[in-house]
């Protein structure tokens, strides 16, 4: 687990407005060019952007790599830039049907679980 980036994703996930989240649109484009989800706001914020963490001007969260090069696979770029396995990035950030409906308190709760390594 990448502890900075994590300590991070808390903060942001601490500061969405609570009418603003919704998980179950990870595929979903809004307005604001976030995906409304926990990582659609993970990819707006500066600190994450500056990380490599972007959301592009179609909307598509992109890792650009310090070596230039850029992912664009969703599963994978949570994977790599949070280092998570596989399931924890599932159940983290909704493609899984147990927290599309997770509240802020819930995501807020989970990103505290995986940090203390519970999750």
């Known amino acids: 687990m990448h502890q900075k980036r994590m300590e991070n994703l808390l903060r942001v996930a601490r500061a ?5 989240l919704d ?5 979903s484009r809004h307005n604001c060019r976030t ?3 926990l990582a659609g706001w993970a990819g707006v914020d500066p600190w994450m952007r500056r990380q490599g963490l972007r959301i592009d001007r179609d909307g598509d969260l992109l890792l650009h790599r310090r ?3 850029v992912a664009g696979d969703l599963l994978s770029i949570l994977q790599e830039f949070f280092d998570l396995p596989y399931s924890t990035v599932v159940w983290l950030f909704g493609f899984s049907s147990a927290n599309i409906h997770a509240t802020k308190r819930t995501v807020v709760k989970n990103v505290r679980l995986v940090l203390a390594g519970k999750a």
């Open 16 to 20: 969405i407005p609570p009418k603003e």
């Open 23 to 27: 998980m179950r649109a990870i595929t």
């Open 35 to 37: 995906l409304h989800c």
């Open 67 to 69: 070596d230039g090069t």
